[in-house]
């Protein structure tokens, strides 16, 4: 029996509702975070949840991807099948609470009232913000997800995932881009503007 074959065997439902929880807990913390109305505390939540979703983010797309691209198709069958369940809840957690973090934290310091052109980066960083959990909530994530449900199958659809994936690459490379962009604005937020 190969790798793949026992994969399959044992395999556990590819969404894993358990990890629900860990997102009910990060949401919690960020809630509290807002409501208490602790500067350091909604700073932390928003840098920590930034650098962790920027961080994997990168990861991702210029290490993990290139390397599921170079190897045979059971071997990435077998990653895609185990990294997907937790990115499904992780991405999308750490993409809504570093938005939403950040702007209570803009309006707590007073920057969503800065006059022009130092607002232009407040708006700078709801624009490169929004796209990114656009194109990570509307097309990166269910991408994901049908790939994955086509390397669960007996018989992948092997040109099928080839056109999925194709244009896969060139969003993770625009969200990577982005992500490099909105460390620009928060350097210079963190700066002062």
């Known amino acids: 029996m190969t790798t793949v074959e026992s994969l399959r065997g044992s395999q ?9 929880w860990y997102v009910a807990a990060a949401l919690l913390v960020m809630i509290v975070a807002i409501a208490a109305g602790n500067i350091w505390f909604l700073n932390w939540v928003h840098v ?5 979703w920027t961080g994997i983010d990168l990861f991702m797309g210029f290490v993990i991807g290139p390397i599921i691209r170079s190897v045979d198709v059971p071997i990435r069958q077998e990653i895609i099948t185990r990294l997907t369940p937790v990115t499904l809840f992780l991405m999308p957690t750490l993409s809504v609470i570093t938005g939403t973090a950040g702007w209570f934290l803009a309006v707590d310091l007073g920057l969503t009232e ?23 909530l509307g097309y990166l994530l269910p991408t994901s997800l049908r790939v ?10 092997g ?13 993770v490379a625009s969200q990577g881009v982005m992500q490099v962009a909105i460390i620009v604005v928060m350097a210079k937020l963190a700066t002062g503007v």
Do not use: N
Not at 48 to 52: E, I, Q, R
Not at 159 to 171: A, C, E, N, T, W
């Open 48 to 52: 920590m949840s930034g650098v962790l």
């Open 12 to 20: 556990k439902s590819l969404i894993r509702w358990h990890y629900l």
């Open 148 to 157: 994955c449900f086509e390397l669960q199958k007996p018989q992948p659809d």
């Open 159 to 171: 040109p099928r995932i080839g056109r999925m994936m194709s244009r896969f690459y060139y969003v």
């Open 114 to 136: 800065l006059p022009w052109p130092e607002f232009g980066w407040i708006v700078a960083a709801l624009v490169l913000v929004t796209l990114m959990a656009i194109q990570g």
